[in-house]
């Protein structure tokens, strides 16, 4: 029998972060508030516990978000889910605690190319306006998580040091971010330049507070993913129908698709907890309202199944 190590480091279960409705939808033209609704509310009935419904951005950087606060005051909420928003400053924060967002997240970037393209500031400027969001949201309760953008490569600057990712992680952690989720923005990473990637990072973090973002340009997120999870990562974000992209990494292509996590982990013995094929469906319905179809392998599959 052929024995395989890592499967005994792997975790018995991890928590998902659905970003579709954000990561996902920031990228897409044209979507109408009603489907982002439904999209939102399709995935609170599928076991997911963690929807990033929206984010509190520049409407005139980011246009497609600007209805992020119907789309918070339209969705029927389950008291299981959290539902949570991008919030990049203090302004970005007021409109999320008037949307009754549950959870926020800041983004910082590990290259300067990136914060400066993506947040218009440098990456110790943005710290500051972090540290005043944190600040604010601690006094209404609400968690804090923070994002790290490029960490293995940027489209502006090249190569990144893990090192740095290291350094800024364990930063927005000591400011009081209760996780800090490491994105391959333009999904250039493979498993070994992951595996750098985090080693460095857990040497002063723990893996527990760290979550994985993977977006899949190169095909590569599922197999970054598997690395990360033998690394003692629990925590994976992920999209529906591997909708996605940042509009500030051109050409990037969506997170690793939801659909594709839940059958990896399902294969794996990895409890998530989450259903499938709600996540499928509530993929293809979205698909349709964007006239395109799910980059997910498996929700392909599993409509070939369906329809044979
Ligand atoms: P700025 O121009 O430097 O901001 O933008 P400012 O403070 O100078 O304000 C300029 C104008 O924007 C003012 O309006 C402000 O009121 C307004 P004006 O007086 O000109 O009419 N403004 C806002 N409006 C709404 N909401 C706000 C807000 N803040 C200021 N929160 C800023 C700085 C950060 C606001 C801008 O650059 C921005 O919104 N950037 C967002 C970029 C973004 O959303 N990128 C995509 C998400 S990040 C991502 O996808 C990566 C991730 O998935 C991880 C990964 O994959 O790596 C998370
Ligand atoms: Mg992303």
């Known amino acids: 029998m052929i024995h395989i190590d890592n499967v005994n480091s792997l975790p018995k279960a991890i928590d998902i972060i659905e970003v579709g409705p954000r990561d996902g939808l920031q990228n897409e033209q044209a979507v109408s508030t009603k489907s982002k609704i439904q999209l939102v509310d399709a995935l609170s009935l599928s076991g997911l516990l963690h929807i990033e419904t929206g984010a509190f951005v520049s409407p005139k950087y980011v246009p497609q978000m600007a209805d992020s606060i119907d789309v918070f005051n339209g969705i029927k909420r389950s008291d299981h889910v959290v539902y949570s928003a991008l919030t990049p400053n203090r302004k970005g924060l007021e409109a999320a605690i ?6 926020v997240a800041i983004f910082a970037s590990a290259s300067e190319g990136f914060s400066q393209r993506n947040i218009n ?4 400027e943005s710290l500051n306006r972090f540290s005043d969001v944190i600040e604010v949201a601690e006094q209404y309760g609400i968690p804090v998580r923070g994002y790290i953008s490029c960490v293995t490569d940027c489209p ?18 000591d400011m009081g971010c209760y996780e800090v989720s490491l994105g391959d923005t333009i999904g250039t990473g493979t498993p070994n330049t992951i595996a750098n990637m985090l080693d460095s990072v857990l040497g002063s973090v723990d893996p527990l507070s760290i979550s ?5 340009t190169y095909g590569q997120a599922l197999a970054n993913l598997y690395q990360a999870l033998c690394m003692g990562v629990t925590k994976v974000d992920s999209s529906v129908a591997g909708l996605g992209g940042c509009p500030y990494a051109r050409g990037a292509s969506g997170n690793v698709a939801t659909e594709d996590v839940l059958y990896m982990c399902k294969g794996l013995g990895i409890e998530t907890g989450i259903d499938l094929k709600a996540v499928a469906q509530a993929g293809w319905e979205i698909c349709k309202q964007l006239n395109k179809q799910p980059s997910s392998k498996v929700s392909w599959a599993l409509y070939q199944q369906a329809h044979y």
């Open 98 to 103: 008037e949307a009754n967002a549950d959870s």
């Open 212 to 216: 994985a973002h993977f977006h899949d």
């Open 121 to 124: 500031c440098s990456i110790s």
């Open 156 to 173: 502006y600057d090249g190569k990144t040091d893990p090192k740095t990712v290291a350094s800024l992680a364990k930063t927005l952690l």
